[in-house]
């Protein structure tokens, strides 16, 4: 959204003459009636409607379009590569696998471990945040290795967003139910992405927990089966509830008592798939062996053992917490210095709404170099299938050539993928290094994903630079990495975007 129309050209206006002078309309013989197929073009700048005809595709120029690309020998061998392996494969530069190595110049000295694994569940943002949050607490405890539980936050998340769902159905159930609000809000109400103020307002409501006391269930891994029927049921549920807000005839008591037992129905699917989980403020007792081998015993809640990453005796430089950090994004579309909200997107009623502040990728590269030579990693959203391999962990503008094989130039800009919903934020991992040239430029990132060992080196992404500045959209910093002039933006009134808005994906 907010990108200027694009006018129609005189190159577009003067083929739309030519053609209506060509135009030779001919009387069918078995019924009199003239065809013509039409469409509409639209001059934004005088709003005047004009009409031309459809083009029809000639069988006969399919066929010499063949003729002639089949003459070109290099054709015929593309012809024979890109027909029997994956194109992307085929056109894989040897060269930028090459020169994108595991070599950075700025390494934080504690990245964590191990490499994580979402398997088959769009938890990546859940993934990301408690990697990040980890290094705090193993910095604490002495620990090697350690996770946090993403299937706890993923339970909650359920069913927030179950609740957050029918709220949002009650409180647009005046609106038509083929209204473009209604549909995109039935769309996905459960989903597993989310964003970094989701995760906030999860550890602030629900705390945190060891992996190893609230682990994966199969449903938790393999997250399809429970997403089909969770939507399923609240779609149902959802025409039941606009019935009754729109009737006339229920009280306000009983659509509430009605909206109750359906969040206790979610609530049992999620209880019976993915294991009752712990209570926030009830007690557990966590054993571990910290990295010399010593054995301890820790008596908490998941609410305080969330506070412990706001100690002094954390990783963390300063008294920052997670509560502090906030989101910058490169949105090319709308101005730089400006607060950007999404209308309706949320996973917690009365939760700390979704904003971002939309920077330059030069501003936003500057706080990551910041953040990664005080030894801190960092959060960050990415359209990561984009000129990417997960074999290899790359990430590269220059990795697949299309030109090479198809003479195709691909030509959007950043924002014109955005406005066409080509790319978007489609996964959210960690960044932990950066190699600098000898002017203090970024010349390409380390990136720890969630996708298990057996992808990219040993679950290590590289990112080239220019990849970056096409394809990340998001990074969550601490404020004292940016200038006042960036975190004044936070005091500022958000411009919202709507709910469909490409700024609304989820990760």
Not at 45 to 65: D, F, H, M, Q, Y
Not at 209 to 234: E, G, R
Request: charged share 25%; aromatic share 8%.
């Amino acid at each position: 959204m907010g990108a200027n129309q694009s006018k129609a050209s005189i190159a577009n206006e003067r083929l739309v003459i030519e053609r209506l002078r060509a135009l030779e309309l001919k009387d069918e013989p078995d019924n009199g009636y003239v065809h013509i197929g039409e469409k509409e073009l639209v001059y934004p700048e005088k709003r005047v409607k004009s009409t031309a005809p459809w083009a029809t595709l000639s069988i006969e120029e399919v066929g010499n379009w063949e003729h002639e690309l089949l003459q070109d020998p290099k054709n015929r061998l593309a012809l024979s590569a890109l027909s029997s392996a994956d194109p992307k494969t085929v056109l894989t530069s040897r060269a930028t696998i090459i020169e994108d190595q595991q070599i950075f110049s700025v390494k934080i000295p504690f990245e964590g471990a191990p490499i994580t694994n979402q398997r088959s569940s769009g938890r990546c943002w859940l993934f990301a945040s408690t990697n990040v949050f980890r290094v705090a607490l193993m910095k604490r405890h002495g620990l090697d290795k350690f996770e946090l539980s993403q299937a706890y936050l993923f339970f909650y998340d359920k069913l927030e967003k179950a609740n957050f769902f029918l709220e949002q159905i009650l409180d647009t159930a005046g609106e038509d139910l083929d209204s473009r609000l209604v549909q995109t809000l039935l769309e996905g109400p459960v989903g597993d992405g989310g964003q970094w103020d989701m995760v906030y307002n999860l550890v602030n409501k629900y705390g945190l927990v060891p992996q190893v006391l609230y682990p994966d269930s199969f449903n938790a891994q393999s997250s399809s089966a429970i997403n089909s029927l969770i939507t399923t049921k609240l779609r149902e549920d959802a025409l039941k509830l606009r019935d009754f807000a729109t009737s006339g005839t229920k009280r306000r008591n009983d659509i509430l008592a009605a909206k109750e037992k359906m969040m206790r129905e979610i609530h049992l699917i999620l209880t019976l798939t993915l294991g009752p989980p712990p209570s926030p403020s009830s007690k557990f007792t966590w054993s571990y062996l910290d990295k010399n081998g010593a054995a301890h015993e820790l008596t908490t809640t998941p609410l305080a053992f969330a506070k412990e990453l706001e100690t002094p005796r954390s990783v963390r430089i300063t008294n920052s917490t997670v509560h502090d950090m906030f989101s910058l994004v490169n949105d090319p579309r709308n101005e730089y210095g400006t607060l950007l909200t999404v209308d309706r997107l949320g996973n917690i009623v009365g939760g700390r709404n979704i904003t971002y502040v939309n920077v330059s990728m030069d501003t936003m590269k500057t706080a990551c170099i910041k953040m990664l030579q005080a030894g801190l990693p960092i959060f960050f959203g990415c359209d990561v299938g984009k000129y990417s391999n997960s074999t290899s962990g790359i990430m590269d503008t220059d990795l697949i050539d299309y030109e090479l094989g198809f003479n195709v130039r691909l030509g959007l800009s950043k924002a014109q993928r955005l406005m066409t919903h080509e790319s978007a934020m489609t996964h959210a991992m960690v960044l932990t290094a950066v190699h600098l040239d000898e002017a203090g430029k970024s010349v390409r990132w380390r990136v720890q994903n969630s996708w298990g060992e057996a992808a990219g080196s040993e679950g290590w992404f590289v990112m080239s630079d220019k990849w970056m500045d096409e394809f990340c959209f998001q990074a969550v910093v601490e404020p004292r990495f940016v200038d006042k002039s960036v975190r004044d933006v936070l005091k500022t009134e958000p411009k919202v975007l709507p709910l469909w808005d490409p700024m609304g994906a989820l990760a």
